[in-house]
């Protein structure tokens, strides 16, 4: 053993140690703790103590150490230790709370944790931990929309249900309208797909104008009914809809739910 270090072990703490070697549901450094004292009050070497048991000379004088003074109570229990890093003060915490509900002085839409662990002094991760304690998330935004009309509530509930409760022998459908859609074309035409070879196309294209698809959505099976067509007045909003009118089973009540795009409140459309 180390100088300085000297201790007897009687047959009380002698028969502990050994019970917790021979039980099978010990704790793994309470056994080479254990191992180490009695193979020390055997008179074995620190070296060949070394070797028994896998540990290092300064560990295995800590623990003679500890016998020492502690017994067998010191050898199953961790002294506790002091943190790395002194906990951040409330008021820092609550500095950063402060920061994060109020626009960035720098320019930028929000807050990120690197422009705040700079402008708070503090480290990175240490922003990140505060955040996910107060719930606060500046990256994220959640949009609204309010209205303006007196009636919304009730429409509201007609659209929504439509969507949920359709009625009998009748056909929902969500229209809208894509403008400005580029028509383009291949300068020259491709070869087909084969063996071996991949289908091919030129990297540049020919422009055609532009067009515009109207859409119908049957909200009950997913089908689509649709048409292209070079603008988008209401005068064509009205064709598409006499299109719809002529592949609709004659019988069936239709319902359509609409924007407020400026061609569907038409006069001649209502």
Avoid: C
């Avoid at 004088?61 to 010191?74: A, I, K, P, Y």
């Amino acid at each position: 053993m180390r100088t300085g270090i000297t201790f007897t072990l009687d047959k009380p703490a002698r028969q502990r140690l050994e019970a917790i070697v021979a039980k099978r549901n010990s704790a793994q450094k309470h056994v080479w703790r254990a191992r180490i004292v009695l193979l020390s009050a055997a008179g074995v070497g620190t070296m060949a103590i070394m070797a028994a048991t896998g540990k290092s000379k300064t560990t295995v004088w800590r623990w003679q150490e500890r016998f020492m003074t502690d017994g067998v109570d010191g050898l199953l229990m961790d002294k506790t230790r002091p943190p790395g890093k002194a906990p951040i003060a409330p008021s820092r915490v609550d500095e950063v709370v402060r920061l994060t509900l109020q626009p960035p002085p720098h320019e930028a839409t929000h807050w990120t944790v690197r422009a705040m662990a700079k402008a708070a002094g503090i480290a990175v991760a240490t922003v990140q931990k505060i955040w996910k304690a107060h719930g606060l998330a500046p990256h994220r935004w959640r949009q609204f929309k309010l209205s303006n009309d007196p009636a919304f509530a009730d429409k509201l509930r007609d659209v929504v249900g439509l969507y949920i409760d359709p009625p009998a022998h009748a056909i929902v459908l969500s229209i809208d309208e894509k403008s400005q859609i580029q028509a383009l074309d291949r300068t020259q035409p491709g070869l087909p797909l084969k063996k071996g070879r991949g289908a091919t196309l030129t990297h540049d294209y020919k422009r055609n104008g532009t067009t515009t698809l109207f859409a119908a959505l049957n909200v009950l099976d997913g089908t689509v009914i649709g048409r292209n067509m070079q603008r988008h007045r209401h005068q064509e909003f009205i064709r598409f809809l006499n299109a719809i009118e002529r592949q609709v089973p004659a019988g069936k009540v239709i319902h359509v739910i609409l924007d407020n795009y400026g061609t569907h409140k038409h006069l001649k459309v209502r």
